[in-house]
């Protein structure tokens, strides 16, 4: 099981602070750091100092980590045109040396659209399908060859297809809920596959659809990676756990029926289950990124008994 932290910076965080709880992954052997990409904070918490950008933020963490894997839980799809995305990623993986990975979502906090300008169409889910075929396309388009597309909502011609990535191929993710049109998506784009937030036995079905969905497809739906993100709250003892739990605001009792929270060994077990649901990867997601001992403490006493 991969465990991988997943953050969100749009609560409150600046670039410094990202770039520790960075190093902390990468140094206590996680296989991974992701963040959301958000421009308004969630709830009642201030957002102070602001909202920090995704690609931007990764560029800069791509130069200062060497190996941990970095990349996005989703990115809206709203937030960029496809084709100035295709260039950001595929700059930022060269920066990395081959180590960036691309969640692509459609994007849904229209609050958030609002306060900073950016267009929110109806026809979301769409525009993330021409998306995804222009971002994979322009990537898998042969150097000294161009790349066209003709879409309803986007128009691509001659283009030169470049920078390319470092990597062969990125690996691309796609997740949600949905049970007919997200599978679909997913059988035909994605590496990965990430239920967000939900139960083992929700998630063992939603994985049952994309894998159905990908034969249908004429692909092996073994090949994908099936992944959950999942808050996580860890204590050495009720005490500690129930002191995280009121530091993001949770209830722990609610935090154990949604997400990962208890003792080590209650953690553990629960991965577990997820893992029996057809899981192979954790998106841990930290709230509190000043506790930089919590991540200690899930390397210490969970990640080692995963391994």
């Not at 979502?105 to 609050?111: I, Q």
């Not at 066209?148 to 796609?174: C, M, N, W």
Request: with cysteine; glycine share 10%; proline share 5%.
């Amino acid at each position: 099981m991969d465990l991988r932290i997943f953050t969100e910076p749009q609560q409150g965080a600046t670039y410094d602070t990202l770039l520790a709880v960075a190093k902390a992954t990468e140094d206590l052997g996680f296989d991974a750091f992701f963040r959301s990409d958000h421009y308004l904070r969630m709830g009642t918490v201030d957002g102070l100092p602001g909202p920090t950008d995704a690609w931007i933020t990764l560029a800069g963490l791509a130069r200062e980590t060497k190996r941990i894997r970095l990349g996005t839980l989703m990115t809206a799809g709203t937030f960029r045109l496809p084709g100035v995305l295709a260039i950001q990623v595929a700059q930022v993986d060269q920066m990395s040396g081959g180590r960036v990975e691309l969640g692509l979502g459609a994007g849904w906090f229209e609050e958030e659209h609002k306060a900073y300008g950016i267009p929110f169409p109806k026809e979301k889910f769409a525009r993330l399908e021409e998306q995804l075929e222009i971002v994979t396309g322009l990537w898998a388009t042969d150097p000294g060859k161009t790349f066209d597309f003709h879409g309803t909502y986007y128009d691509l011609t001659e283009s030169p297809a470049l920078p390319k990535p470092a990597q062969r191929k990125i690996p691309v993710l796609v997740g949600g809920h949905g049970p007919s049109r997200t599978p679909r998506l997913a059988a035909k784009y994605a590496d990965e596959f990430n239920m967000p937030f939900a139960s083992v036995e929700d998630s063992e079905r939603q994985f049952g659809r994309v894998r159905a969905a990908a034969e249908e497809a004429g692909r092996d739906g073994h090949e994908l990676t099936y992944s959950n993100a999942l808050v996580v709250c860890v204590g050495r003892d009720d005490a500690e756990v129930a002191r995280r739990a009121a530091a993001i605001g949770r209830e722990v009792e609610e935090l154990k029926l949604n997400g990962l929270a208890g003792s080590p060994s209650e953690v553990v077990d629960k991965i577990g289950r997820y893992a029996e649901a057809g899981s192979s990867r954790i998106y841990l997601q930290v709230l509190d990124l000043d506790d930089l001992d919590h991540l200690e403490l899930i390397s210490a006493q969970v990640q080692s008994q995963l391994s």
